[in-house]
């Protein structure tokens, strides 16, 4: 069956520092990648979603990038902000049944000053 | 346009004892979701509805757990004898695009 993989549980990096939290995945089918971000007491948040025409999505700027040839999808991000310090969720489905979300264990990003 | 809203925010419960949860999805979405979150866990789907019809339950413990979703529009989630292991954050979505609403934290002693 699907799964996702989120290797990293917490990731500290300093301000100003590149981001890069790592996502790799198992999919039988098509898949659609997306990755929610948490902050502390509030619920799940889309931050990106995958393209089928394989533009590289970007939101407040964090981008990723579907490489389909080592089944992954990392989040990157330039220069980290103290206010980008949350929970990154890596989540899958696919063309079967696109309503069907599966998502990692998550990785809690914490950025010092 | 109005989130996904739910209530209660907070439920502490002993052993044994019955909760309901209650879910308003945003207006016009067909898909209701509900997923347990478990402290320092990612999201679980328990169940998911489209329409009144429910697509996918597999993951729901139907010994203690029923949802609903009568009339396509609200949702219930019930939890007839809790456990301590049933302590997490109960969450509730709607699609397109999965927003969710704030959740419930429940705490079984």
């Known amino acids: 069956g699907d799964s996702v993989t989120q290797t990293e549980g917490l990731v500290t990096l300093t301000e100003g520092l590149p981001v890069m939290l790592n996502c790799t995945y198992q999919?039988?089918?098509?898949?659609?990648l997306f990755w929610y971000v948490q902050h502390l007491n509030e619920a799940p948040k889309l931050l990106l979603k995958?393209?089928?025409?394989?533009k590289r999505p970007e939101h407040q700027g964090f981008h990723a990038t579907l490489h389909k040839s080592s089944s992954s999808f990392h989040l990157q991000k330039s220069s980290a902000q103290l206010s980008d310090s949350a929970l990154y969720y890596c989540a899958l489905s696919d063309d079967t049944n696109a309503y069907k979300v599966i998502f990692g264990k998550g990785t809690h990003l914490h950025v010092l000053p | 346009e109005a989130g996904v809203t739910q209530s209660p925010r907070y439920a502490v419960l002993q052993e044994g004892q019955a909760v309901s949860f209650w879910c308003d999805p945003i207006s016009g979405h067909d898909t209701l979701y509900w997923y347990q979150q478990p402290r320092d866990q990612g999201p679980q789907l328990l169940v998911y509805?489209?329409?009144?019809?429910?697509?996918?339950n597999s993951q729901l413990p139907s010994d203690r757990f029923s949802a609903v979703r009568p009339k396509g529009t609200n949702s219930t989630l019930k939890i007839q004898s809790a456990k301590q292991g049933d302590t997490a954050t109960y969450l509730c979505a709607s699609s397109p695009e999965q927003f969710f609403g704030p959740g419930t934290r429940l705490t079984v002693l």
């Open positions: 999919s039988t089918y098509s898949p659609f």
């Open positions: 995958s393209f089928t025409d394989n």
């Open positions: 509805f489209r329409d009144e019809a429910v697509i996918d």
